[in-house]
Nanobody, 125 residues
Framework: VQLQASGGGLVQAGGSLKLSCAAS????????VSWFRQAPGKGREFVAA????????YYADSVKGRFTTSRDNAKTSVDLQMNSLKAEDTAVYYC???????????????????WGQGTQVTVSS
């Protein structure tokens, strides 16, 4: 499966953005689809994940209550709704997918075989 992330942009602090991760060459059935981000000079960090079949979701503490990930059945995509954005949310956001990752490892970027190209999110303060 190939992933295509979209929806990034420039927004003021307190604003909202929605990212989408679309699948091509297959579907997300039986996959875990996750979002990671990488700020300048920092390592890649886990943001959120959704297990496609069960719709179970997982979030980093830093975004819990502000970000929501969900699946879009019609579009075969996974969305990341980001509200109450802060300057520290500025980063390149990536979506990733795995059919084999277990819950205890879901925050580990090395557990994912498929990655999208990244989309820039810039939050101005």
């Amino acid at each position: 499966v190939q992933l295509q992330a979209s929806g990034g942009g420039l927004v003021q602090a307190g604003g909202s953005l929605k990212l989408s991760c679309a699948a091509s060459g297959g579907s997300f059935s039986n996959y875990v689809v996750s979002w990671f981000r990488q700020a300048p000079g920092k390592g890649r960090e886990f943001v959120a994940a959704i297990r496609w079949n069960s719709r179970n979701t997982y979030y980093a503490d830093s975004v819990k209550g502000r970000f929501t990930t969900s699946r879009d059945n019609a579009k075969t995509s996974v969305d990341l709704q980001m509200n109450s954005l802060k300057a520290e949310d500025t980063a390149v956001y990536y979506c990733a997918a795995s059919r084999t990752i277990i819950v205890s490892n879901i925050r580990n970027e090395y557990g994912y075989a498929y990655w999208g190209q990244g989309t820039q999110v810039t939050v101005s303060s």
